[in-house]
C-alpha cells in the first residue's frame, strides 16, 4: 500500500531527474532533452546509497517513441555536471519488451544506455521484428535506436516473405520504407553464411544482403548445391528475386581461382546457375 501510494511522487522525481540528460549528438538533440518516465503496478524504490530506482511488476520506462517494458526495471542514476542528476543506464529483467518506431526487440534481460540509446538483449527467445523482417539469435542482440543498427550473435536468423539467411554473426542496418515503417535494409553476414532458395542451398564464410534488392554476394569457401549437383567457388552473387546465381572463382577484378562442380548425370544445372 506505502508503495503504491509513493509510486506517484517518485514517478514525478525520476521525470525531473531524467530532465538533466547529457547533451547528445546535434542530430539526436531533440530525444536528448526529452524525460524517462517510469510506472510500475508494484511501485517504485528509491535507494539512495546506490543511486537507483527499481520499478517491479508490469514496470515500464518511456522516452519519446521508445519504450522498455519488464517485469523489473533498475534505473541507475548519478550526480550530473550542472549540479543535478543523471539516468544513465536502464535494466530490464524478464519477459523484456522493446519497442521503437516500427522495430520490437524482446529478450529476457536488457541493458539499455540512456546516453548511445543502444541496448544490448540476453537470455531466451531473442529477437527483433519489423513489419517485414524476423531477426533472431542465440547469445546476444544489440539494437542502436539512433543509428538504427542492430547486431546478433550466435545461430542467428533472418526471414523475410520466406526468404531466409543464417550466419554466427550479422550486423544489419534498417531503413524506413514507402509508408515510413523501419525494415532491415543491408545485412552483413559472417561465419557459416546460409542463403538457401527454391532450388538452391548456398553456404559461404561471409556475404552481405541487400534485403531490399533481394541480391546477395557470398566469398570465402563458396558451395552451391543445386537437387544432386554441387559447384565450389570464392564468390557468388545471388539474385534472389530472379532466381539467377553467378559463381567465381575469385571476387571481381581478381585473378586466380577455379570453379570446380560434381554434376550427376541427369541433374544439370538450371540457366545461370
Known amino acids: 500500500m506505502i508503495a503504491r501510494r509513493l509510486a506517484p511522487i517518485l514517478l514525478l522525481c525520476v521525470s525531473l531527474v531524467a530532465r538533466a540528460q547529457a547533451?547528445?549528438?546535434?542530430?539526436?538533440?531533440?530525444a536528448g532533452k526529452q524525460p524517462i518516465e517510469i510506472t510500475a503496478e508494484g511501485g517504485i524504490e528509491w535507494d539512495r546509497n546506490a543511486q537507483t530506482y527499481t520499478?517491479?511488476?508490469?514496470?515500464?520506462a518511456r522516452r519519446g517513441a521508445l519504450s522498455v517494458s519488464a517485469d523489473t526495471l533498475i534505473a541507475h542514476y548519478r550526480d550530473g555536471a550542472g549540479g543535478g542528476s543523471e539516468i544513465y543506464e536502464l535494466e530490464a529483467v524478464g519477459?523484456?519488451?522493446?519497442?521503437?518506431?516500427?522495430?520490437?526487440?524482446?529478450?529476457?534481460?536488457a541493458v539499455y544506455d540512456v546516453a548511445s540509446r543502444t541496448v544490448t538483449v540476453t537470455g531466451e527467445n531473442l529477437k527483433l521484428e519489423t513489419g517485414t523482417d524476423v531477426l533472431t539469435a542465440r547469445d546476444r542482440l544489440e539494437y542502436s535506436e539512433g543509428a538504427r543498427e542492430a547486431s546478433a550473435y550466435g545461430e542467428v536468423t533472418v526471414v523475410r516473405?520466406?526468404?531466409r539467411l543464417e550466419a554466427d554473426a550479422v550486423r544489419a542496418s534498417?531503413?524506413?520504407g514507402p509508408a515510413g515503417e523501419l525494415a532491415l535494409a543491408k545485412v552483413e553476414a559472417t561465419g557459416n553464411?546460409?542463403?538457401?532458395?527454391?532450388?538452391?542451398?548456398?553456404?559461404?564464410?561471409?556475404?552481405?544482403?541487400d534485403v531490399d534488392k533481394q541480391f546477395a554476394t557470398l566469398a570465402g569457401?563458396?558451395?552451391?548445391?543445386?537437387?544432386?549437383?554441387?559447384?565450389?567457388?570464392?564468390?557468388?552473387?545471388?539474385?534472389?528475386?530472379?532466381?539467377?546465381?553467378?559463381?567465381?572463382?575469385?571476387?571481381?577484378?581478381?585473378?586466380?581461382?577455379?570453379?570446380?562442380?560434381?554434376v550427376l548425370p541427369g541433374a544439370a544445372p538450371e540457366p545461370g546457375g
Open 174 to 176: 534498417l531503413a524506413p
Open 193 to 209: 553464411v546460409r542463403i538457401a532458395t527454391e532450388r538452391e542451398f548456398i553456404s559461404a564464410d561471409r556475404g552481405t544482403y
Open 161 to 163: 516473405e520466406g526468404r
Open 221 to 262: 569457401s563458396v558451395k552451391v548445391t543445386q537437387d544432386q549437383n554441387q559447384l565450389n567457388g570464392e564468390y557468388a552473387e545471388v539474385d534472389l528475386k530472379t532466381g539467377v546465381s553467378r559463381l567465381l572463382g575469385a571476387p571481381p577484378g581478381s585473378s586466380g581461382g577455379k570453379v570446380k562442380g560434381l
Open 23 to 30: 547533451q547528445e549528438a546535434e542530430t539526436d538533440a531533440a
Open 95 to 109: 519477459q523484456v519488451r522493446l519497442v521503437s518506431q516500427s522495430a520490437v526487440v524482446t529478450g529476457e534481460r
Open 55 to 60: 520499478a517491479r511488476g508490469a514496470a515500464q
